[in-house]
Protein backbone atom coordinates (compact mmCIF):
# COMPACT_ATOMS: atom_id res chain seq x y z
CA UNK A 1 0.00 0.00 0.00
CA UNK A 2 1.77 2.97 -0.97
CA UNK A 3 -0.65 5.62 -0.56
CA UNK A 4 -1.81 8.48 2.03
CA UNK A 5 -5.43 8.35 2.49
CA UNK A 6 -7.16 11.37 3.57
CA UNK A 7 -10.80 12.07 4.53
CA UNK A 8 -13.25 13.78 3.93
CA UNK A 9 -12.52 15.11 0.86
CA UNK A 10 -14.68 18.33 1.22
CA UNK A 11 -15.61 19.62 4.49
CA UNK A 12 -17.69 23.82 4.90
CA UNK A 13 -18.15 24.14 8.35
CA UNK A 14 -18.96 27.41 10.46
CA UNK A 15 -16.69 29.45 12.41
CA UNK A 16 -18.40 28.20 15.59
CA UNK A 17 -17.86 24.51 14.42
CA UNK A 18 -15.87 21.77 15.76
CA UNK A 19 -13.92 19.38 12.91
CA UNK A 20 -11.43 16.56 12.45
CA UNK A 21 -9.33 16.12 9.62
CA UNK A 22 -8.09 12.44 9.17
CA UNK A 23 -5.07 11.00 7.55
CA UNK A 24 -3.96 7.83 7.10
CA UNK A 25 -1.21 5.50 6.01
CA UNK A 26 -0.14 2.08 6.02
CA UNK A 27 4.10 2.56 4.54
CA UNK A 28 5.33 2.09 7.50
CA UNK A 29 6.43 5.95 7.87
CA UNK A 30 7.28 7.40 11.02
CA UNK A 31 7.47 11.06 10.37
CA UNK A 32 3.83 12.83 9.22
CA UNK A 33 2.72 15.97 8.05
CA UNK A 34 0.41 18.80 7.75
CA UNK A 35 0.80 21.38 5.08
CA UNK A 36 -2.32 24.18 4.05
CA UNK A 37 -2.36 25.35 0.46
CA UNK A 38 -4.10 28.44 -0.93
CA UNK A 39 -4.94 28.69 -4.35
CA UNK A 40 -2.58 28.74 -6.47
CA UNK A 41 0.32 29.22 -3.95
CA UNK A 42 2.88 25.97 -2.35
CA UNK A 43 1.70 24.21 -0.35
CA UNK A 44 2.67 25.65 3.74
CA UNK A 45 4.32 23.52 6.26
CA UNK A 46 2.37 23.34 9.75
CA UNK A 47 2.88 20.99 11.75
CA UNK A 48 5.92 17.71 11.38
CA UNK A 49 5.35 14.78 13.58
CA UNK A 50 8.07 12.32 13.96
CA UNK A 51 7.71 8.95 15.53
CA UNK A 52 4.82 10.44 16.98
CA UNK A 53 5.78 13.06 18.67
CA UNK A 54 5.38 16.78 17.69
CA UNK A 55 8.70 18.20 16.37
CA UNK A 56 7.61 21.37 14.28
CA UNK A 57 4.79 23.69 14.63
CA UNK A 58 5.28 26.42 12.42
CA UNK A 59 3.91 28.98 14.73
CA UNK A 60 0.22 27.98 13.31
CA UNK A 61 -2.75 29.10 16.02
CA UNK A 62 -4.30 27.20 18.49
CA UNK A 63 -7.37 26.53 16.83
CA UNK A 64 -6.03 23.74 14.76
CA UNK A 65 -4.59 21.30 16.77
CA UNK A 66 -2.99 18.23 15.98
CA UNK A 67 -3.20 14.46 17.30
CA UNK A 68 -1.25 11.45 16.19
CA UNK A 69 -2.59 8.78 17.88
CA UNK A 70 -0.53 6.28 16.38
CA UNK A 71 2.10 6.02 13.84
CA UNK A 72 -0.36 5.09 10.74
CA UNK A 73 -2.51 7.96 12.20
CA UNK A 74 -2.55 11.81 11.82
CA UNK A 75 -5.98 13.87 12.78
CA UNK A 76 -6.08 17.89 12.97
CA UNK A 77 -8.96 19.18 15.05
CA UNK A 78 -10.18 22.77 13.84
CA UNK A 79 -11.76 25.01 16.31
CA UNK A 80 -13.64 28.45 16.00
CA UNK A 81 -12.08 28.68 12.17
CA UNK A 82 -11.69 32.41 10.59
CA UNK A 83 -13.21 32.29 6.81
CA UNK A 84 -9.42 33.09 5.74
CA UNK A 85 -8.29 29.68 7.19
CA UNK A 86 -10.15 27.78 4.14
CA UNK A 87 -7.97 26.19 2.28
CA UNK A 88 -6.48 22.95 0.77
CA UNK A 89 -5.13 20.89 3.41
CA UNK A 90 -2.87 18.31 2.38
CA UNK A 91 -1.52 15.25 4.51
CA UNK A 92 2.14 13.26 3.75
CA UNK A 93 4.17 11.07 4.83
CA UNK A 94 7.57 10.39 4.87
CA UNK A 95 10.16 7.20 5.85
CA UNK A 96 11.81 9.06 8.21
CA UNK A 97 11.79 12.97 9.50
CA UNK A 98 15.37 13.37 8.10
CA UNK A 99 16.75 14.70 4.64
CA UNK A 100 16.49 12.51 1.76
CA UNK A 101 13.13 11.02 2.50
CA UNK A 102 10.34 11.43 -0.36
CA UNK A 103 7.63 12.94 0.91
CA UNK A 104 4.14 11.13 0.02
CA UNK A 105 1.34 13.04 -0.37
CA UNK A 106 -2.44 12.59 -0.12
CA UNK A 107 -5.29 13.97 -2.04
CA UNK A 108 -6.52 16.88 0.77
CA UNK A 109 -9.06 17.49 1.86
CA UNK A 110 -10.66 21.24 0.64
CA UNK A 111 -12.26 23.10 3.57
CA UNK A 112 -14.33 26.30 3.10
CA UNK A 113 -15.12 28.03 6.32
CA UNK A 114 -17.83 30.41 6.12
CA UNK B 1 9.43 26.30 -23.98
CA UNK B 2 11.33 27.14 -20.71
CA UNK B 3 10.26 29.10 -17.86
CA UNK B 4 12.16 30.64 -14.80
CA UNK B 5 9.59 29.22 -12.59
CA UNK B 6 9.94 31.80 -9.52
CA UNK B 7 9.76 35.00 -11.99
CA UNK B 8 7.59 33.31 -14.61
CA UNK B 9 4.91 31.28 -13.16
CA UNK B 10 3.24 30.17 -16.32
CA UNK B 11 4.39 28.29 -19.04
CA UNK B 12 2.78 26.93 -22.38
CA UNK B 13 4.33 24.40 -25.16
CA UNK B 14 3.00 22.53 -27.81
CA UNK B 15 2.55 19.16 -27.80
CA UNK B 16 5.85 17.22 -28.51
CA UNK B 17 8.10 19.40 -27.48
CA UNK B 18 10.44 19.38 -24.50
CA UNK B 19 9.50 21.67 -21.63
CA UNK B 20 11.86 23.34 -19.25
CA UNK B 21 10.98 24.51 -15.65
CA UNK B 22 13.19 26.11 -13.51
CA UNK B 23 13.84 26.83 -10.11
CA UNK B 24 16.42 28.94 -7.84
CA UNK B 25 16.70 28.29 -4.37
CA UNK B 26 18.46 29.65 -1.74
CA UNK B 27 19.41 27.27 1.18
CA UNK B 28 23.16 26.38 0.43
CA UNK B 29 22.56 23.21 3.24
CA UNK B 30 20.13 21.97 1.38
CA UNK B 31 20.99 18.59 0.34
CA UNK B 32 17.95 16.60 -0.85
CA UNK B 33 15.45 18.28 -4.22
CA UNK B 34 12.10 17.10 -5.35
CA UNK B 35 10.00 18.24 -8.31
CA UNK B 36 6.31 17.63 -7.46
CA UNK B 37 3.45 17.41 -10.15
CA UNK B 38 0.08 19.05 -8.95
CA UNK B 39 -3.30 18.55 -11.30
CA UNK B 40 -6.17 20.08 -9.85
CA UNK B 41 -8.17 19.54 -7.13
CA UNK B 42 -5.04 16.97 -5.84
CA UNK B 43 -2.23 16.45 -4.32
CA UNK B 44 1.17 16.83 -5.29
CA UNK B 45 2.76 13.86 -7.29
CA UNK B 46 6.43 12.90 -6.87
CA UNK B 47 8.09 12.92 -10.34
CA UNK B 48 11.75 12.80 -9.51
CA UNK B 49 14.51 13.76 -7.02
CA UNK B 50 18.21 14.52 -6.42
CA UNK B 51 20.83 15.02 -3.70
CA UNK B 52 23.28 17.30 -3.63
CA UNK B 53 25.99 15.07 -4.34
CA UNK B 54 24.88 14.46 -8.48
CA UNK B 55 24.53 17.13 -11.06
CA UNK B 56 21.97 14.82 -13.10
CA UNK B 57 18.96 12.71 -13.05
CA UNK B 58 16.98 10.74 -15.49
CA UNK B 59 13.86 9.14 -15.35
CA UNK B 60 10.96 7.94 -17.93
CA UNK B 61 11.32 11.34 -20.14
CA UNK B 62 11.85 13.77 -17.27
CA UNK B 63 15.11 15.03 -16.48
CA UNK B 64 16.17 17.04 -13.39
CA UNK B 65 19.41 19.29 -13.15
CA UNK B 66 21.22 20.60 -10.50
CA UNK B 67 23.76 23.37 -10.26
CA UNK B 68 24.67 23.99 -7.16
CA UNK B 69 26.74 26.84 -7.85
CA UNK B 70 24.61 28.75 -8.60
CA UNK B 71 21.70 27.43 -6.29
CA UNK B 72 19.71 26.37 -9.74
CA UNK B 73 17.81 23.22 -10.31
CA UNK B 74 15.61 22.70 -13.48
CA UNK B 75 12.98 19.95 -14.60
CA UNK B 76 12.99 18.86 -18.12
CA UNK B 77 10.12 16.94 -19.55
CA UNK B 78 10.55 15.48 -23.48
CA UNK B 79 7.34 15.29 -25.58
CA UNK B 80 5.39 16.76 -23.69
CA UNK B 81 2.14 15.60 -23.38
CA UNK B 82 -1.70 16.75 -22.76
CA UNK B 83 -1.28 14.72 -19.93
CA UNK B 84 1.59 16.86 -18.49
CA UNK B 85 -0.43 19.81 -17.79
CA UNK B 86 -0.33 21.08 -13.96
CA UNK B 87 1.61 23.35 -11.67
CA UNK B 88 5.38 22.27 -10.99
CA UNK B 89 6.88 23.05 -7.63
CA UNK B 90 10.58 21.92 -6.77
CA UNK B 91 10.80 21.55 -3.29
CA UNK B 92 14.48 21.42 -0.98
CA UNK B 93 15.22 19.59 1.99
CA UNK B 94 17.48 21.07 4.52
CA UNK B 95 20.28 18.82 5.84
CA UNK B 96 18.39 18.76 9.55
CA UNK B 97 15.99 17.25 6.86
CA UNK B 98 12.50 18.35 8.90
CA UNK B 99 11.12 19.94 6.11
CA UNK B 100 10.68 20.90 2.80
CA UNK B 101 10.59 24.34 1.44
CA UNK B 102 8.26 24.53 -1.33
CA UNK B 103 8.94 26.89 -4.50
CA UNK B 104 6.48 29.29 -6.14
CA UNK B 105 5.13 26.85 -8.33
CA UNK B 106 4.79 26.75 -12.33
CA UNK B 107 2.03 26.10 -14.34
CA UNK B 108 2.69 24.16 -17.60
CA UNK B 109 -0.24 23.93 -20.09
CA UNK B 110 0.41 21.97 -23.42
CA UNK B 111 -1.24 23.07 -26.22
CA UNK B 112 -2.92 19.81 -28.58
Not at chain 2, 50 to 61: A, V
Request: charged share 20%; glycine share 8%; hydrophobic share 30%.
Amino acid sequence: DTEVTQTPKHLVMGMTNKKSLKCEQHMGHRAMYWYKQKAKKPPELMFVYSYEKLSINESVPSRFSPECPNSSLLNLHLHALQPEDSALYLCASSQEGTSGNEQFFGPGTRLTVL
Amino acid sequence: GESVGLHLPTLSVQEGDNSIINCAYSNSASDYFIWYKQESGKGPQFIIDIRSNMDKRQGQRVTVLLNKTVKHLSLQIAATQPGDSAVYFCAENDIAGNQFYFGTGTSLTVIP
